[in-house]
């Protein structure tokens, strides 16, 4: 009898069922490390895993860079003070950058269009000496520390600077030849490019590469005969340049004749850029100078809606460096020291995270996922945390979660921005249960081997939470 006893504690652990959460997490294999935090609407946490572990947050990092924006810009009316402007220096003429991301030198283009100042320009003069791109606003910082070098020529890691223009890419299209022969490629011209790619196979597989500095393309791979054009698109290493370039290329299709050559304005980051360096000093500003035109993009609110629901690199860096120059320099020393203010509003100790930009694309960066789901709640008691929840992807629905939870419980049902970087993952947002809770979260993994996804472990544990509460 007494055996009997002894074991029933023994008997009664085996035969508990097993957590579905912790089931879903183990699935994501040996070495990975996840953190995951959830929260009721009461605030109470009913799971944590790894809670003050700090991971590396990848996108997840979007999310304070545009909760500070919402709360420190005005994101409502038209964007007053971030549109480029345009002025003449004796037969110079000068394009200056104030941190807006959508400049657009498109054929198409139909808001906040650099062709207007080129119009602009044409009005008032038929010739033209040097045109200058300047994007002295904000110091020259063009890339996070912490960033691989390797995605500089992507996309994804293309340089930041007050001059911004067509989100700081230029394209590259490849037609097929006969099989065999080296396709057709065409470019605007500014890059230099190298044609390595073959009219061979039956599924197009190319790449372009540029080294940091370089200003040669090089286009490798393969693309079948008969098969329709691919378009390829490479990072630029400064978007200024490339601004003035296409500006004075637009001047030319208006009649303007440029006589003299494309230059840039840079301004050199200094001590004074660092509000710990600068103390209770007024930041420098250069004075400001009269304009011939100005452009006026629209609210704010859009452009943080394209940069958490597609997860938009470079505007992110944009908005850290303008919510900077809210009273500083337009740094990124500036633009951390807004975010840690706002953090420290919401009660999120300091040792929780750190931030080397606004984007994520830093290894530097840190977070644990108790201040995460911190964070998440506090925003749903600010003014602007509606409008800032909108601008999540939707799990099925849109943005990056758009193929994610799609035909399951949590379509449409789940508000979360996501972060996906080497060795790893995250996913933090807001999801409704099956009894129509809605619970806060933070999911974070790294360390995952051969930088493989953790993706549908943490799905598999979010549908679990939510059938379960």
Known sequence: MRLLLALAPLLLVAASPPDPVAQALATAGPG???????????GREIVTIRPDDRFVPASNTKMFTTAAAFALLDTQGPDATGGATVRLEGQDVVLTGHGD???????????????????????KTRTVHDVIGDDSAFPDERWPLGMSWNNMPSRSGTAVSALNID????????????????PTIAGDGYYRIVNRATTAGTIAALSVTRAPGDDTLRITGTIPAGSSPETLTAGLDDPTHRAAWRLAALLRTL???????????????S?????????????????AQPVLARLT????????????????????????????????????????????????TAAVPRWTYDFADGSGMSNYNRLTPRAAV???????????GASWRTTLPIGGTDGTLARRFRGTALEGRIFAKTGTLNAASALSGFLTTARGRTLTFSALANDMPSDASATAAIDRALLALAAAH
């Open 297 to 344: 993009p629209p609210p704010l609110a859009d452009d943080l809606r394209t940069t958490n629901k597609v997860s938009q690199n470079l505007h992110a860096e944009l908005l850290l460096r303008r919510v900077g120059a809210v009273t500083g320099t337009g740094s990124v020393a500036d633009g951390r020291a807004a975010v840690v203010r706002l953090l420290d």
């Open 167 to 182: 989100d700081n890419v230029m394209t590259v299209t490849i037609a097929p030849a006969t099989p065999g022969a080296a």
């Open 255 to 269: 009649g303007v004749r440029v006589t003299g050559t494309i230059a840039t304005r840079h301004r050199p980051l």
């Open 374 to 384: 911190r964070f998440l709640r506090w925003t749903q008691t600010q003014p602007w």
């Open 271 to 287: 001590p004074s850029d660092d509000p710990a360096v600068r103390g209770t000093a007024p930041a420098p500003h250069a004075p």
């Open 32 to 42: 990975t490390r996840i953190g995951l935090v959830v929260a009721d609407d009461t």
């Open 101 to 123: 991301a959508r400049l657009s030198s498109a054929a198409d283009c139909v808001t906040d269009c650099l062709i207007d100042l080129a119009r602009a320009v044409a009005a």
